[in-house]
């Protein structure tokens, strides 16, 4: 059984941010955040992605670590 989670960890670290990223995109396309075309939007936008992707290669980087000592 343990090995069973192991093995699946990865899906189950994908499936929350597949979440957090449909949210955001329905945040923007229904709230029209980036339609107004100010810069500080858009600053704010990539801002947020680029956390997030550095959020995920830490995660990632943790899991592979452990998982290889």
């Known amino acids: ?21 449909r949210y955001v995109d329905l945040e923007i396309t229904r709230g029209g955040f980036l339609l107004s075309n100010e810069k500080s939007n858009h600053f704010v936008f990539i801002g947020g992605l680029v956390f997030l992707v550095i959020g995920l290669i830490v995660i990632v980087l943790y899991f592979d670590k452990k998982s290889n000592p």
């Open 1 to 21: 059984m343990l090995n069973i989670i192991k093995k699946l960890r990865f899906l189950l670290l994908l499936i929350p941010l597949g979440i957090i990223i």
